[in-house]
């Protein structure tokens, strides 16, 4: 190890221990290391040129701020409440209905946002005041919120399934497509869960009088939002439009929605999301841009080759790489950020996933249901932080709820990770037509 990448690893650990913003202490980290290494990277100038370069060069990235944008336009557009109620007419009628419609909610959400944070801010705050006017325990409230979040980047579209592809070259749609199973699997085992736990805590269900007109009429007036991942994977796979430009037809079909069929947008809360969506925007390509200058030290100091071998000596065989791959990636979400690891970490194993033969749409998915446990899972879950945020309660109820919910989520990924076929049916099916 030089003594710029000792110097490197030291401030960038010394950045996290005193709760530095994370991309703030990796620049910090980055900048240190152009300044000390005396090799071809020796100016600080390579610190913004790899942050710069590496953003204007991936095409696929301007999807991102178009998924986050469409996002904030549901919230803002009074989507997210009829989402919510046209759930509760499917399942709130099941003990602890509200958990149920949580779930599913968050399930139907996730078609049209991409991101586990839009989720948890948008809807998690509504779900959580229903559930504890209707006598949930608060802890509970907010976990469920935050484990039903995490869907987001499973089903499509996905806002890390764009920086996945763009890291392994892999289809983004045959990525969104290998996605749909796991995320309604996430979505069933939650369910489960919420049903033992209310049963166990009788969680109420809810008294629904609704007639079929009213239903069907409901459901009529929900359809403009239900089929968004309909018109987006049926575009994207079919070669119909880029990802790229399915980010800008879902922000364009988020607006027309919004404004002309439900009319619950106007001028004060366009500029409202404008604003949101370009910080949003903002905070993001810092942390992306600042993961390209990291990930070009890993590289530059050989980790990735250092890396492959140890992990090429230490798995006999792919079931035994996948383990070692799920325990490490399960142990850096729990402090990393996702965005992070996706570009700093994910381009290490890939090349041993090649040399195992590991299909990469399979193994994208497997690491990617990762990091969204990560987000839920303390001491640095992002989501945990969101909805304590948003409901006032305190993280410690939060973290004790959630625990065993981790542990359901663990199961989802266990299957997947040992059955491919979950993830690569509907992919495989897609491609041999």
């Known amino acids: 190890m030089s003594l ?9 650990v010394l950045a996290f221990c005193i709760r530095v913003p994370i991309a703030v202490g990796m620049m910090s980290a980055c900048v240190i290391y152009f300044m000390i ?31 986050i944008f469409a996002a904030k336009v549901m919230n803002e557009g009074g989507v997210t409440d009829l989402i919510f109620n046209w759930a509760l007419t499917l399942v709130g009628r099941l003990k602890g209905g509200l958990g149920h419609v949580n779930v599913v909610a968050s399930l139907i959400f996730s ?5 586990a944070t839009a989720d948890a801010a948008g809807l998690g705050l509504m779900e959580i005041r229903a559930m504890q006017k209707r006598g949930y325990d608060d802890g509970f409230a907010c976990a469920i919120t935050a484990a039903s979040a995490t869907i987001g980047p499973i089903f ?18 045959g990525l969104f497509l290998g996605g749909v199973v796991p995320g309604v699997l996430l979505a069933l085992f939650l369910m489960m869960y919420v049903a033992w736990v ?11 009088k609704i007639t079929i ?25 079919s070669g119909i439009f880029t990802p790229t430009e399915g980010g800008a037809i879902a922000a364009v079909w988020a607006l027309f929605v919004s404004v002309f069929i439900y009319r619950s947008m106007g001028l004060a809360r366009f500029w409202t999301v ?19 200058a990291f990930s070009f030290i890993i590289t530059y100091e050989q980790v990735s080759q250092h890396l492959t071998t140890w992990l090429l000596d230490m798995s006999t065989s792919r079931i035994m790489l996948l383990i070692l791959v799920n325990i490490m990636f399960l142990a850096l979400g729990m402090v990393i950020d996702t965005l992070v690891m996706l570009i700093v970490f994910v381009p290490l ?37 969101i909805v304590s945020a948003v409901s006032g309660v305190p993280l410690g109820k939060i973290i004790k709820e959630i625990i065993p919910i981790i542990f359901v989520m663990i199961a989802v990924l266990v299957l997947i990770t040992f059955v491919p076929e979950l993830v690569l049916y509907i992919p495989e099916a897609a491609a041999n037509r």
């Open 4 to 12: 710029a990448f000792g110097v490197f690893i030291f401030v960038f």
């Open 156 to 173: 499509p579209p996905s806002i890390p399934m764009i920086l996945y592809a763009t890291m392994s070259g892999v289809s983004v749609g």
């Open 349 to 385: 194993v890939i090349p041993v996933a090649i040399a195992f033969d590991i299909n990469l749409v399979h193994f994208g998915v497997v690491l990617i249901l990762n990091m969204m446990i990560g987000l839920s899972t303390p001491p640095v879950g992002g989501l945990l932080f």
């Open 37 to 67: 290494e005396p090799g071809p990277a020796a100016n600080v100038e390579m610190a913004a040129s790899q942050f710069v370069t590496q953003m204007h060069t991936k095409f696929v990235m301007i999807a991102i701020p178009l998924f």
């Open 198 to 208: 209310s049963h166990r805590r009788n969680y109420p269900k809810e008294s629904i």
């Open 274 to 292: 404008l604003s949101e969506s370009a910080t949003t925007t903002a905070i993001v390509a810092v942390k992306i841009g600042v993961a390209f």
């Open 213 to 237: 007109g009213q239903w069907l009429l409901m459901t009529l007036r929900a359809m403009p939002a239900l089929i968004t991942p309909i018109i987006l994977l049926t575009g994207i796979y």
């Open 111 to 115: 078609g049209m946002s991409g991101a």
